[in-house]
């Protein structure tokens, strides 16, 4: 037996380092999905994308870490800037110094000028549709950008911020490898490099020791993509993980909070739920019907079902906290007065209506929980589950009836409201976002407050807008959900968390572990 | 000999035309734009139509296929849709790790599952062939991400003697520690069908002739057992293994997601949600090779395990 003791002695020793011992100069976090997708800020709105990227770039201007207030935007890569009093020039002035990653040199008002063409471009771009109002982006000289614009609009900010289309690139790398090389091997001026990216296994980001405020703290940041929420906790159980998303529902934050020396935070921004009604298809083309089904809905009781901690419900046609969001008149949870609205419309044995929904498990919860609460009413919903991609696809092609959609924006009631409820953007024609409703009815508020330069004036547009929406009901708003993150407390993020428009907690020069 | 092989090779490429065909055709016909996919749901119509332009979506059909076909005879898979990068490269880094699980499971499998199923034939209709097949039942039933965690929680978070995330190979330790858990998880699925498949010919092989005969001449039962009856057994076993190896590479995939690991299953399953059209070509194109070669190899392996099989 003397072979057998020994193999198992030898086994012992190499598994030891199996269980994996912090870092603590390198950060381990846990992501919920298998890749990061294309490693262009221009081009990657996904969630884990826009988590991992936002480290590598800048915008012009930021939100302060932890804060997603539109009227905290602070200085980034531009140290001051101004605008015309009419909105339509504005001037950055950069900051002087500002290295690229690996040598590619110094950030220069070119770069800036070449990010937000790239940005504007429909080849290249993503966002290209934020970008329709710049009539021209020029180098003034080697540190100033001028922007001028063909009307003004409200978040010009938050255009040029460290979001979306606002990332800057350095415009050298660009050149060097070719867009293609580019996606492959983005280059910025963020406090963490990148270095490599495996799909299914993790993206690898190494401090900018150049970078403009400091050099990081931190050495490296690995993101573990984990698509499994179980093998996720388990790892950040285990230790292996220092830093994890987690499972939108109130089970998780209990649980997680059992933890010792963890901390779970729910953030901003909030992903509203919303039920559209495609008011052009009976019976959903008459008002009535529409309005049985929002007094059939219950968000106190849909706010119960996802948990107190990780949901509240919806206020507006726009989420909370958005610049000109406000408290609009949602009709009230009231079955007796949905069924007299039936009735009135001609269905006194109540209607059906038919849903295409994505089978992704928590928005088809939501929906199939709004199913029975519309069947109390005597509204039927026949849910038609699909997969994701079908999901995106067919509501694109008018094929829903009904629509449960659940996103978070750039937090400008603009941005909501032009998206989901104008009719620039109703589905099926070139300019199609995602107005699954076909609603028209705050066109001219929606486009009379983006040129507005009052703020008084246009917040007043905005709330007009959201009460027409609301009062046509051509959406039913529920609940809005928040993000969660747990991380151990020897991490020291370096701010308070409360937002992070991003989608995942920005990890800043300052940011180390305490032991 | 080789005239077989040269049949199989040249009925192995028209299956692969066939199944290029059938992949190419299919996931366009599937709903769901890997432009939208790419873009997000936040794009403009006007944005989506210019991604497909990019990405060759919006040629006509034909020619979209022409040119795959071209390209795969020149072993050009194209890079993916999503990612961008070769999907040559993009499935060459996952080969590996689906490799090494899938013959760490089938030596699993069969160490456990051969002598199990003997053992459960030689003493049938007794407790510990009800054990056996209640085990194999189990095994054949229990879903593999619930027993994945499950071997997680235990030998990951209790006992502390494998990572969770099994994407490790600094050391042979580490190695080791990260191929264990998801090769037992698989393993055992693996060891249920053959546990069945072994007991069932081997209770058939036991009741023939030659093996009374060859106890009435006094050879010990063991090598009765083990020599002559399994040896007789081992078609129907080469079988059940070489079909299982093919579906076990693609079957992975809750195996991969739960232990983290990365592999063949996870990736198709990536590339059909992100409708990566290219990926999924390339991907399927190399499964069915490999299934394909198994296929041949199981053959082969009749020959060597019964001589009187004759390969033509």
Not at chain 1, 197 to 203: H, I, L, S
Not at chain 1, 430 to 439: L, M, Y
Request: net charge positive; glycine share 6%.
């Amino acid at each position: 037996m003397a072979w057998w003791k020994a193999a198992a002695v030898a086994a012992a020793v190499a598994l030891a380092p199996a269980a994996a011992s912090a870092q603590q100069t390198a950060l381990r976090i846990g992501m919920a999905s298998a890749g990061i997708g294309v490693l262009d800020p221009h081009l990657n709105s996904s969630t884990p994308g826009r988590g991992f990227l936002q480290h590598i770039f800048n915008g012009l201007v930021r939100l302060p870490p932890g804060s997603m207030n539109p009227a905290e935007i602070e200085p980034d890569l531009a140290e001051r800037w101004e605008g015309t009093p009419d909105g339509l020039t504005w001037t950055f002035h950069l900051r002087r110094g500002v290295q690229c990653h690996h040598g590619f040199g110094e950030f220069t008002a070119e770069d800036a000028v070449f990010s937000l063409r790239r940005a504007a471009a429909r080849e290249t771009s993503t966002f290209s549709s934020d970008f329709v109002a710049f009539d021209r982006v020029e180098a003034v000289d080697r540190y100033t950008v001028r922007i001028t614009l063909r009307n003004p609009i409200p978040s010009l900010l938050g255009v040029v911020m460290d979001y979306a289309g606002g990332f800057m690139v350095c415009r050298a790398a660009v050149e060097q490898m070719g867009n293609e090389g580019f996606r492959r091997r983005p280059i910025g001026t963020g406090p963490f490099a990148f270095v490599e990216y495996v799909p299914q296994q993790f993206g690898r980001l190494v401090a900018h020791e150049q970078y403009f405020r400091g050099s990081p703290r931190l050495r490296e940041i690995v993101f573990r993509l984990v698509p499994s929420d179980a093998a996720r906790d388990l790892a950040f159980q285990s230790g292996e993980l220092d830093m994890i998303i987690g499972r939108q529902d109130q089970t998780w934050i209990d649980r997680t909070r059992q933890l010792p020396g963890v901390r779970v935070v729910p953030m901003q921004p909030a992903e509203m739920g919303v039920v559209h009604l495609n008011m052009t298809m009976p019976p959903l083309n008459d008002i009535r019907v529409r309005q049985a089904i929002a007094h059939a809905v219950n968000r106190e009781q849909l706010v119960q079902f996802r948990g107190r901690d990780v949901s509240t419900t919806a206020q507006s046609v726009v989420p909370r906290g958005y610049l000109g969001q406000v408290e609009a008149p949602l009709l009230p949870h009231d079955l007796n007065r949905a069924r007299q609205l039936l009735a009135e419309a001609g269905h006194p044995t109540g209607v059906t209506i038919r849903a295409i929904n994505t089978t992704l498990p928590g928005m088809l919860a939501v929906m199939e929980a709004v199913q029975a609460q519309l069947r109390r009413a005597n509204i039927t919903l026949e849910i038609t589950p699909v997969e994701h991609a079908t999901f995106h696809q067919q509501i694109r092609q008018n094929l829903s009836q009904v629509v449960y959609f659940s996103a978070a924006r750039l937090p400008v009631a603009d941005i909501y409201l032009t998206q989901f409820f104008h009719s620039r953007s109703i589905v099926q024609t070139p300019t199609a976002v995602t107005n699954f409703s076909h609603c028209r009815v705050a066109d001219a508020e929606i486009d009379a407050a983006r040129s507005e330069p009052d703020q008084a004036r246009r917040d007043a547009l905005w709330r007009t807008a959201q009460e027409k929406i609301v009062a046509h009901v051509c959406a039913v708003p529920l609940i809005e959900q928040l993000q969660l993150w747990a991380w151990r407390d020897t991490l020291d993020l370096g701010y308070d968390l409360r937002a992070a428009l991003n989608l995942a907690p920005p990890i800043l020069h300052t940011t180390r572990f305490t032991r | 000999m080789s005239t077989f092989v040269a049949r199989r090779v040249a009925f192995a490429l028209v299956t692969l035309w066939a199944v290029l065909t059938l992949v190419f055709f299919i996931v366009r016909v599937v709903p769901g734009d890997p432009a939208q996919v790419i873009l997000g749901d936040q794009a403009t119509a006007d944005a989506i139509a210019a991604m497909r332009t990019r990405l060759g979506l919006d040629r006509p059909l034909a020619v979209q296929y022409f040119e795959f076909l071209w390209g795969a005879l020149r072993g050009d898979w194209g890079v993916s849709l999503v990612t961008g990068r070769p999907v040559v490269q993009e499935v060459l880094s996952v080969l590996p790790w689906t490799i090494e699980l899938t013959l760490a499971a089938l030596v699993i499998g069969a160490a456990l599952g051969i002598p199990l199923g003997v053992w459960a034939a030689v003493n049938r209709n007794r407790f510990t062939d009800y054990v056996v097949r209640l085990a194999s039942l189990l095994g054949l039933s229990f879903p593999a991400f619930v027993s994945g965690i499950l071997l997680l929680i235990f030998f990951s978070i209790q006992l502390r003697w494998a990572p969770v995330m099994s994407t490790q190979r600094d050391s042979l330790g580490t190695w080791f520690a990260s191929l264990a858990l998801p090769a037992v998880n698989l393993g055992l699925i693996m060891a249920a069908y053959i546990t069945r498949v072994t007991r069932s010919a081997m209770l058939e092989v036991l009741s023939e002739d030659y093996v009374r005969t060859a106890r009435a001449k006094g050879v010990p039962w063991r090598l009765v057992v083990w020599r002559h009856a399994l040896r007789n057994a081992l078609i129907p076993i080469i079988t059940i293994v070489g079909l299982y190896l093919g579906v076990l590479i693609g079957n992975s995939v809750l195996t991969e997601i739960v232990f983290n690991r990365p592999g063949l299953g996870k990736l198709i399953v990536g590339a059909l949600n992100q409708r990566d059209y290219t990926m999924l070509q390339g991907m399927m194109v190399i499964y069915t090779f490999v299934v394909i070669v198994v296929n041949l190899l199981t053959d082969l392996a009749y020959g060597a395990a019964d001589p009187r099989v004759k390969l033509k």
